[in-house]
């Protein structure tokens, strides 16, 4: 018997019919044998993530504002699934001492993992596995880092004792005891580290897409679909933009080496998207994805002899790291650096930045560009085929776009162009349309 880890998102478990479909899934493969639940997902267009409540009810009580509504709002969609699937997982008394936490005082993160807890209780008990709590077992530090071998250490042990579980994503635990969350859509993180810790075969990432497609469908009209990809890969795509698996999701599995498999709960017998470290240069195919996101900043910054002045941009990202601002990207040139940053960073330290950037570290120049959009076009055949370059820089010019900023990385997987925001989709189709057709 083989060991696959199963990841499943909120859609996957939104109501009784879906997680219905989900045991299905799982009791067809006996090698599902430990399950990752995520919070109840949106089960029509203008319903709520559960997640979505929690932080919302988070921001009444932080508000001081009546917060019993939302409270019913989230109690009945755990108490409707229970009912639905037939199951006694003891929700009445879950949310009994929900309830008393709340009028002690809990913080933002304890409350949003909720959603995942009271779903992998439910799901748990549905399947008839092994209910495993992350925050027993997921650990964090005293500054919020992950601490990812003590995670795997203690997993091993824990999971070690059981032949199936159900173990809730999203959060696990401070030093304190107190809960801490990863960021949104982080279950696929925790899916990764149990996949880690039992050695999995294969760690399944089951959502309401089929894979990965070569582009955004919301843009390009029917994209192809993408039925294998590297890690590496996948990191670039994910982190510009291509939120079918969270960026961070990859280390964990990379590390021990286990393909990732993204399918269909909707579609189980679509094979979806195969992720594996190997580097898959396919036959008449140059690109495997091209994925962006809009709303940068470009700080670009000229100053004359720069190359020739030790530390100098360790001068200028000190100034960032003052404001806390994160930085995207750093395009070079001998005497020129340009600061990537996504402009939700930078809202009211802009001219501050720009002011101390100017004063400390004496630059001649210091020009800012906002409602920039940065695309990347990823691929390990680009590095080589002659012209790559040249045919994704033609094609936007005879779109009429205007390339504000040229970065590519030094594995040559991928080109990245700064766009104006207003030029963001036709860039996209432009690019789609002239490597894939």
């Given at each position: ?7 499943f ?77 037939g ?11 929900f ?21 992998a ?13 992350a ?6 530090g ?19 004792k ?87 999701a ?6 021990a ?5 993204i ?18 240069v396919?036959?008449?195919r140059?690109?495997?994805g091209i994925?962006g ?8 910054i ?25 930085l ?24 501050d ?16 560009y ?8 990823v ?23 205007n ?35």
């Amino acid at each position: 018997m083989g060991i696959k880890v199963a990841k499943f998102g909120g859609t996957s478990l939104a109501d009784a019919e879906q997680i219905r479909k989900t045991k299905g899934i799982i009791d067809a493969d006996p090698d599902r044998r430990y399950i990752v639940a995520s919070a109840p997902g949106m089960r029509y267009d203008d319903d709520s993530k559960v997640t979505d409540l929690l932080y919302l009810l988070s921001s009444h009580i932080e508000q001081h504002a009546p917060y019993g509504q939302i409270l019913d709002l989230i109690k009945e969609r755990f108490l409707e699934l229970e009912s639905g699937l037939g199951v006694d997982a003891q929700i009445e008394g879950e949310f009994r001492d929900f309830e008393a936490m709340l009028k002690v005082g809990v913080t933002s993160d304890y409350i949003a993992s909720r959603g995942e807890y009271f779903n992998a209780k439910i799901l748990a008990a549905y399947l008839g596995y092994k209910f495993v709590d992350a925050a027993d077992f997921v650990l964090f530090g005293d500054k919020g880092r992950f601490l990812m071998e003590e995670t795997n250490n203690a997993l091993k042990v824990a999971l070690r004792k059981y032949e199936r579980a159900v173990v809730p994503g999203f959060y696990g635990t401070l030093p304190n005891g107190g809960i801490k969350t990863f960021s949104r859509g982080g279950s696929d993180i925790t899916g990764s580290i149990v996949a880690r810790a039992v050695g999995a075969d294969v760690y399944e990432n089951w959502t309401d897409v089929s894979g990965f497609l070569m582009a955004d469908p919301r843009i390009v009209d029917s994209p192809k679909a993408i039925d294998t990809l590297s890690y590496k890969e996948l990191r670039e795509l994910s982190y510009m933009g291509a939120k079918v698996l969270h960026e961070n999701a990859i280390y964990p599995v990379r590390l021990a080496g286990i393909p990732v498999n993204i399918r269909n709960t909707n579609d189980p017998g679509s094979p979806g998207t195969m992720i594996t470290a190997g580097e898959h240069v396919r036959e008449g195919r140059i690109v495997t994805g091209i994925a962006g996101s809009k709303d940068f900043t470009v700080i670009a910054i000229y100053k004359n002899m720069m190359s020739a002045e030790i530390g100098y941009i360790k001068r200028v990202l000190n100034i960032l790291d003052d404001y806390d601002v994160s930085l995207e990207h750093i395009p070079s040139g001998v005497d020129t650096i340009s600061l990537v940053i996504a402009s939700k960073y930078l809202d009211g330290k802009l001219e501050d930045i720009v002011d101390d950037i100017e004063k400390k570290t004496r630059a001649d120049s210091v020009d800012v560009y906002e409602d920039m959009a940065l695309i990347a076009t990823v691929g390990y055949g680009m590095a080589m085929r002659p012209g790559v370059s040249a045919k994704l820089f033609g094609t936007l010019y005879e779109a009429g776009i205007n390339i504000r900023m040229i970065d590519q990385g030094s594995s040559e997987m991928n080109i990245i162009v700064g766009v104006a925001n207003s030029d963001f989709e036709n860039a996209i189709r432009s690019i789609y349309k002239a490597f894939v057709g």
